[in-house]
């Protein structure tokens, strides 16, 4: 099994207690005694949603119609600052009613920006930015002198925070801010900063303007143009131009389009302005439009929180739209780094075809100051199921870069709360291959707030992607999922008790962590039938394994082996020994009840194939048994065949594919595919086994991949071992492929291949550091999982 299986091994890891207390409890009348938790009462999805959840559902699902983004008055200044090209002098505003809104919303303390209510401590920097572009817009103007003066005075009691390393930074803040400073000399104003603060902000700001970045040079080059505001007179304008939109934009942003037509009034950067007041009246947003980036952070979010499959099919609707705008190269798509990799990461993970090359062919040309960007570009390096270079070069330097930005601490100045650094965290402790789904709804869910919904651009922005609806949401749906996953558990010992397995001295007692595995990622209510399935045999199987290792006498293996082919015979008389019969009737047993149960979907007898895993399994572990009493040392190929199948996959995820909704013809579990991807997590479980477990067995002198290809010479240890570590990566990005990418209508339904991955995950997280069943941090994972509830904050 994908425990610590060895062929000549000592004997496993003992305990009394499993993973998790299993007191037997009382099994609700609802319950199905064959095994499948109140199956009857919950065989529709929408039985487990709540009357107020199913509101906020109604509620969420509004966020998908349009985008809608809080106004920014860092941007709205910029365009309040424009001239009229018309006018000699250049002495009256183009946009008036920018001005106006400046005077209109000046907050009580004296600044502009984010409102109080929402203003995270740590965005002051972003208040002073804001509040100084607004102060420059009204004093270029000759207007407003008492909101100048209260703006000027909110300057002066908050300065301290210009030199506060804690503070969060807008983006090309140290650019920005100091040529500012530099506009507001040129306006006669007299600014509350110390000379000492200006100074050094003043050759801060020299230093990146005049530092080369090497590879970087075009990413330099599009940041600069970014920054227009913060470079005025000095600014290559006709290279700035170059990365004009064709909607006029530069960057979708108002601010640097606005700065942009101050200086060349290009008749395209006023078509755009007048768009974005067409849209909002009169005041400008960070960015716009913002659509596609908002619309997939919307499930972003869903997904991250588990709660994707209450929005179905409006989902599928705007990856639709999304993936013909991938096809058609939409400009929103591919020259915003953010948006392109998460456009390429869910668009990959929901099963579209999206080629790596079509958008990061100079992706790492780009400009490493948002650390947002880099992030996302890390997490879409991370879906790779082909030979794809340039993902595999972005994940290693987007890894490099943000272990060193954690590190150094500098994670944090870039958005505001611990949002970032908790993200970063996540993604590079659980690699997509690892985290399983439901420990990483838990850890989003437990760092999940407003300030999630917080963009960093130049100045912070709120969308629509995040709100109270979607966390309450979450976590309703985690812990009714949780209880109904309690009872199971109760039932499962009971289960254990009545079948006599914890009778069998040679078991270990495994129930939490096979139970954890399948709760972890088939986690819907729904799943019941399935999660029983998966743990019941994986219970077996750990059970089995352990009797053919340590706890049987061959007599008692090839009894067991030929009960199990004969099996439909009454064997009352053929059990060579007690628990020869425990375990026959357990696994009869079981095999008869998953039968019946997939017999009410498939509308099929399926039992025989059940049975039929089970009879390759015990086969050829008995075979194993016999090359180690035979001290028999098989070559490669020969323990590769057979090891695929006595690590005891088979049982725990085939009969599974039966329960979890759609009908599998004969023709579909006799398929290539079918057989491709259960070799496939079958490889990448057994490779791994003896990746981690290669000391155990080598003090033990146990045969495993790593020892053979150690005896076919011309090799060191770490050779070996590097060798099968590559050989564990080339079948998990071939499985994911065929996990990910759509066949033809006779294929296996994604639904079904996405279990075959889910194991894969799970055997990948359970050797992250060792063989598995011994670490510590699985336990406390479980437990997470299956036994401590959430509780929102009031």
């Avoid at 600044?111 to 209510?117: A, D, E, R």
């Avoid at 300057?155 to 804690?166: H, R, Y």
């Avoid at 939109?245 to 101050?262: H, I, Y």
């Avoid at 599998?664 to 490889?683: I, P, Q, R």
């Amino acid at each position: 099994m994908f425990v610590c299986f060895s062929m000549a091994g000592s004997q496993p890891p003992m305990s009394s207690n499993p993973v998790f207390p299993l007191v037997p409890a009382a099994i609700p009348a609802t319950c199905r005694e064959s095994g499948s938790l109140l199956t009857t009462e919950f065989s529709n999805t929408n039985l487990f949603v709540s009357y107020d959840d199913s509101r906020r559902i109604q509620r969420i699902k509004k966020m998908f119609d349009e985008a809608q983004l809080s106004v920014s008055a860092y941007d709205t200044a910029w365009m309040a600052m424009v001239p009229t090209p018309t006018s000699s002098m250049e002495d009256s505003p183009f946009f008036p009613q920018c001005a106006r809104w400046i005077l209109d919303n000046q907050l009580s303390d004296g600044s502009w920006g984010l409102p109080l209510p929402r203003r995270d401590p740590s965005l002051i920097k972003d208040a002073l930015s804001s509040t100084l572009a607004c102060i420059l817009a009204l004093q270029r103007w000759g207007l407003g002198e008492q909101q100048v003066t209260k703006g000027i005075r909110f300057l002066d009691f908050n300065s301290a925070s210009l030199k506060d390393q804690k503070q969060h930074v807008p983006i090309g803040f140290d650019i920005i801010f100091p040529g500012m400073i530099d506009y507001a000399k040129d306006l006669g104003l007299n600014l509350p900063f110390k000379s000492t603060d200006v100074d050094a902000m003043l050759a801060k700001r020299n230093v990146e303007l005049t530092s080369g970045f090497g590879r970087n040079a075009e990413g330099r080059r599009a940041y600069l143009a970014y920054v227009s505001e913060g470079i005025q007179h000095s600014q290559d304008w006709d290279m700035v131009m170059k990365y004009q939109r064709q909607n006029g934009s530069l960057f979708n942003s108002p601010s640097t389009t606005a700065v942009a037509f101050s200086h060349i009034q290009d008749p395209d950067c006023l078509r755009y302005l007048y768009a974005v007041l067409d849209k909002f009246e009169n005041a400008a947003p960070a960015i716009y439009p913002l659509d596609i980036r908002s619309r997939l952070s919307v499930i972003d979010t869903l997904d991250s929180l588990g709660v994707a499959r209450h929005f179905t099919n409006e989902i599928k609707m705007l990856l639709d739209k999304t993936y013909q705008c991938w096809l058609q190269g939409d400009e929103d798509i591919f020259l915003d780094t953010t948006t392109c990799a998460m456009a390429f990461r869910l668009l990959r993970v929901y099963g579209y075809d999206v080629s790596s090359e079509d958008c990061f062919f100079n992706s790492l040309e780009g400009y490493l100051k948002d650390k947002t960007a880099v992030l996302e570009l890390h997490k879409a390096s991370q879906i790779i199921y082909r030979e794809e270079p340039i993902l595999e070069e972005i994940s290693s330097w987007t890894m490099k870069f943000l272990k060193q930005e954690f590190c150094n601490g500098s994670i944090y100045v870039d958005q505001p709360g611990e949002s970032i650094s908790t993200k970063v965290h996540d993604a590079l402790s659980y690699p997509y291959h690892v985290d399983l789904e439901r420990l990483g709804h838990r850890r989003s869910i437990h760092h999940y707030s407003d300030i999630d919904s917080t963009w960093t651009l130049k100045t912070y922005c709120c969308p629509n992607i995040g709100n109270k609806d979607v966390l309450k949401l979450a976590a309703d749906d985690f812990n009714l999922c949780q209880s109904i996953q309690k009872k199971e558990l109760k039932q499962l010992g009971r289960w254990i008790i009545e079948n006599k397995l914890d009778k069998l001295s040679f078991a270990r007692q495994k129930l939490g962590y096979c139970y954890f595995s399948a709760a972890a990622t088939l986690y819907a209510p729904e799943l019941s039938d399935a999660r029983f399935s998966w743990a019941k045999n994986g219970v077996l199987t750990t059970v089995v394994d352990d009797f053919f290792d340590v706890g049987g006498s061959m007599e008692e293996l090839v009894n067991l082996v030929q009960l199990l082919e004969n099996w439909e015979v009454d064997g009352s008389t053929d059990f060579c020994s007690e628990q020869v019969e425990i375990l026959f009737t357990a696994i009869r047993g079981t095999i008869r009840e998953i039968g019946d149960m997939a017999l009410a979907r498939q509308g099929r007898d399926v039992t025989r194939h059940i049975n039929d895993i089970w009879v390759e399994l015990v086969k050829s572990m008995l075979k194993e048994a016999e090359w180690s009493k035979n001290k028999c040392v098989p070559t490669m190929e020969e323990y590769m065949k057979n090891a695929r199948v006595s690590f005891a996959l088979g049982p725990i995820v085939l009969p599974a594919l039966y329960l979890v909704g759609p009908k599998l013809s004969e023709e579909m579990v006799s398929s290539a595919e079918y057989k491709n991807l259960y070799e496939g997590m079958s490889t990448c479980g057994r490779l791994l086994n003896d990746w981690r477990g290669c000391s155990r067995d080598s003090e033990q002198g146990t045969v495993n991949a790593v020892s053979l290809l150690l005896l076919e010479g011309g090799r060191t240890l770490d050779d070996a071992v590097e060798e099968v570590r590559e050989a564990i990566e080339k079948e998990r990005k071939q499985l994911l492929r065929l996990v990910l990418l759509e066949k033809e209508e006779k294929g296996m339904p994604k639904c079904c291949k996405q279990l075959f991955w889910n194991m894969a995950k799970v055997l990948h997280l359970f050797y992250m550091k060792d063989d598995g069943f011994t670490n510590e941090d699985i336990v406390n994972v479980a437990k997470s999982i299956v036994n401590e509830p959430i509780h929102l904050a009031p």
